[in-house]
């Protein structure tokens, strides 16, 4: 396959820096209702980017649970991810919705959602994501296939007796914005990119950069 034959042309729709929102997160809530009415595969699915101990990138899928002050997902404190957000709590995350030739980034710094919020949506997920959440060392080194299987049904013979609870060392993050990015694809690879920031008043304010 010649990877440099493959191409898309980009016409469905331009972006005016006028008609968007005050509010980055209210002009990702527009998109993002748009994204599901046209029926994307997974809208809320997102690249998180964090920082290693090395001082590397580092990037993975994660799943949108939340959208208040910032953007909020779920994951294990003790995985790679959390980790690294304990050193260094600046992250990016982007979103891509073909179906639309869309593209969001999003940069900020990371919090911890409140033990209470975290509580709530652990208990609103499937059970088998609850024990799930319990059985998985996440990022960890395992033998093998089998050895999840195992800590699952110590899981599920455990939690037979007792409620259902969340796991310490499992919960949420909020990644708070201060530079949102907005990219719709247009033709002739000249993009429109619209990106707000926030100046000294902590006030947002739209600027539209070179494709």
């Keep these: 396959m010649d990877l440099a034959s493959i191409r898309t042309e980009y ?16 002009q990702f809530q527009l998109w ?55 050193q260094n709590n600046g992250a990016a995350l982007t979103f891509f919705w073909p179906e639309l030739q869309r593209q969001i980034r999003i940069e900020g710094l990371v919090e911890r959602i409140s033990e209470t919020m975290s509580d709530e949506y652990f208990l609103s997920r499937p059970k088998g994501s609850q024990i799930g959440a319990w059985a998985s060392p996440q990022s960890q080194q395992i033998p093998d296939r089998d050895f999840l299987a195992s800590q699952e049904k ?43 920031t926030l100046d000294s008043a902590e006030n947002w304010v739209k600027n539209r950069l070179a494709p």
């Design 32 to 86: 993002f209702d748009e994204a599901i009415n046209a029926k994307v595969n997974e809208p809320n699915a997102m690249n998180l980017a964090t920082v290693n101990a090395e001082n590397r990138p580092s990037a993975r899928v994660v799943l949108l649970k939340g959208i208040d002050t910032g953007f909020v997902f779920f994951t294990n404190y003790a995985s790679n991810k959390g980790r690294e957000l304990t």
């Design 154 to 196: 110590k899981m599920l013979e455990r939690f037979a007796h007792e409620p259902l609870s969340r796991p310490p060392h499992w919960g949420g993050y909020r990644v708070v914005p201060d530079r949102v990015e907005f990219w719709q694809g247009r033709q002739s690879r000249l993009h429109d990119r619209i990106v707000y």
């Design 11 to 26: 016409l469905l729709k331009s972006l005016d820096v006028n008609k968007l929102e005050t509010s980055p997160l209210d």
